[in-house]
C-alpha cells in the first residue's frame, strides 16, 4: 500500500512545498497592505505530488511545514475504553491486537482548510484554528479501538491545529497561501487471536493531527 509520508526531524517550521494553483477569496484591509484569510478555495496542490488514495501531498520547496505551538499529552488508551465510531458489520471484524505501533514520519493533508491571495505588495496573513479528525488506513478489518488502543491514543477524536504565517508578495506578483493539515503518521502490526502472540504481516496506519502545512508562492 502506497504512503505518502515524508520524513521531518523538526518540530518547528519545516521543509518548504512547491504547489502552482488557481488564485484564491481574498478579504483585505484596506490601506494596510495586508489581507487576511478566507476559505473555500480550490485545492492548489500539484497532482504529481498527491498520493494514490487522494489524501495526502508531499511536501516541496514552497510549503511551509509548522506544528502547533503546544500540544497537550493524552493518556494512553487500552482497548476496552476507545470506542470505534464506525464498527464493522458483525461477522467481519476479526480480533487484532496492534503491536510495535511507533511514528514513522509526517505528513501534509489534501483537504483545505483556509486560504488567501492578494497583489503585491503586500503581506498575507493566514491564521488557522481547526478542528482537524484523525484517520485511519489499513490492511486489515480491524476495529478501530483495537488501533486506538495500539497506538496509545484515540485514532477516532478529532484534534485541535493551530498556527499561522505571514507571506511577503513581491510589487506586481500575484500571491497564495493555503493551508493543509499535518499528520504524525503511526504505523503498527496486526497480530491475531486472543492472546495477540499470530503475527499477520499485515499493516496499520494512523495519522494524528498536529499542526498546519502552508502551501505559499508568488506568481
Do not use: H
Not at 502552482?20 to 489581507?35: F, I
Not at 498520493?51 to 487500552?78: H, I, M, Q, Y
Not at 491545529?161 to 493539515?181: D, L, S
Amino acid at each position: 500500500m502506497k504512503q505518502a509520508i515524508f520524513r521531518s526531524q523538526q518540530r518547528g517550521i519545516a521543509t518548504m512545498v512547491a504547489a502552482a494553483g488557481a488564485a484564491v477569496a481574498l478579504t483585505a484591509t484596506v490601506g494596510s497592505g495586508v489581507s487576511y484569510a478566507d476559505g473555500g478555495s480550490p485545492l492548489g496542490v500539484p497532482a504529481s505530488s498527491i498520493s494514490a488514495d487522494g489524501k495526502f501531498f508531499t511536501p516541496g520547496p514552497n510549503t511551509v511545514v509548522k506544528r502547533n505551538a503546544s500540544e497537550p499529552g493524552g493518556a494512553v488508551l487500552l482497548a476496552d475504553n476507545a470506542s470505534p465510531i464506525a464498527p464493522a458489520p458483525a461477522g467481519t471484524t476479526d480480533y487484532y491486537v496492534i503491536k510495535n505501533a511507533q511514528q514513522i514520519s509526517q505528513s501534509c493533508g489534501t483537504n483545505l482548510l483556509q486560504a488567501t491571495s492578494g497583489r503585491g505588495k503586500t503581506t498575507l496573513v493566514l491564521s488557522v484554528e481547526k478542528s482537524v479528525a484523525a484517520t485511519v488506513t489499513k490492511e486489515v478489518k480491524v476495529d478501530l479501538k483495537y488501533i486506538s488502543a495500539g497506538m496509545g491514543w484515540s485514532v477516532t477524536n478529532t484534534y485541535s491545529v493551530k498556527n499561522e504565517t505571514r507571506f511577503e508578495v513581491p510589487e506586481g506578483k500575484w500571491g497564495n497561501v493555503q493551508a493543509f493539515p499535518l499528520y504524525d503518521v503511526y504505523q503498527g502490526d496486526a497480530y491475531q487471536g486472543v492472546g495477540g502472540n499470530l503475527p499477520t504481516g499485515k499493516k496499520v496506519w494512523a495519522y494524528k493531527p498536529v499542526g498546519v502545512c502552508f502551501n505559499q508562492w508568488a506568481q
